[in-house]
């Protein structure tokens, strides 16, 4: 009976461990998210004014109707909102790389390379995912540098490559804050654009540069703008 208690005992503090690295991941993952998203959606929406000036019309619009009210389905029900983060998750994957390991199980044949290269891939070893890459690749996006939010309208998602897009993995091991990041993402993207816009300024980078010590991807200087306040929901709500 005791060592029943003790092997239980065991499982149970296991089990708490691996919660609170789950409750970790997924708290962490959804910041960064966020943050990052947050942030080069609004440098390339201020280099784009005629379609931050489709979103911000857009938001207005689904306030009015909502009286204000700020709620999961209003967010949701936002479909160039949802357009311009998918595409900025595109050119601004927040892991340019994803790594993984190959772990097969003993029933489990060689992951072999054939037809495309004559190559298996030995047990144990560290398989590296360019995300950055893929998501910028010509060959599934057409002038692929270009912000373009009409890449994911309903129809154009219908023709995308699969496994083109990327920017939180896929699969059982896909990013666990992926949904709480996106959610935040927007929401603070409604709250800043309800009522300013944004442009450049002096000290907005002309040309991107990537930090190449950072493990998440950013600019190296930042990012500089302007934020300016034009009461656009608070004119047409009064």
């Known amino acids: 009976m005791k060592k029943e208690l003790l092997a239980r005992q065991e499982y149970d503090n296991e089990a708490q461990d691996m919660l609170?690295?789950?409750?970790?991941?997924?708290?962490?993952?959804?910041?960064e998210t966020s943050s990052s998203t947050m942030a080069f959606a609004l440098y390339e929406l201020a280099k784009h004014p005629d379609l931050q000036e489709r979103l911000r019309n857009e938001i207005r619009d689904a306030l009015l109707i909502d009286h204000g009210k700020l709620s999961y389905e209003t967010i949701t029900n936002l479909p160039y909102l949802g357009m311009v983060v998918d595409e900025v998750l595109r050119l601004y994957p927040v892991l340019p790389v994803l790594d993984r390991e190959h772990l097969p199980r003993e029933e489990d044949k060689p992951f072999d390379l054939r037809p495309y290269y004559d190559y298996k891939v030995p047990t144990g070893m560290a398989v590296y995912i360019p995300i950055f890459g893929i998501q910028r690749d010509p060959k599934y996006w057409p002038n692929p540098d270009t912000f373009d939010p009409e890449r994911f309208s309903p129809e154009n998602?219908?023709?995308h490559e699969p496994m083109a897009y990327l920017p939180f993995g896929t699969g059982p091991r896909n990013c666990i804050g992926s949904r709480i990041g996106l959610l935040q993402a927007k929401i603070g993207l409604v709250h800043i654009l309800k009522n300013h816009f944004v442009t450049f300024c002096d000290k907005t980078p002309a040309e991107i540069t990537f930090d190449p010590m950072s493990i998440v991807l950013q600019?190296?200087?930042?990012?500089?703008?302007?934020?300016?306040?034009d009461a656009l929901y608070e004119q047409n709500a009064n």
């Open 219 to 229: 600019y190296r200087e930042g990012i500089y703008l302007n934020v300016v306040n």
């Open 157 to 159: 998602k219908k023709l």
């Open 20 to 31: 609170t690295a789950q409750a970790a991941v997924f708290l962490t993952a959804g910041f």
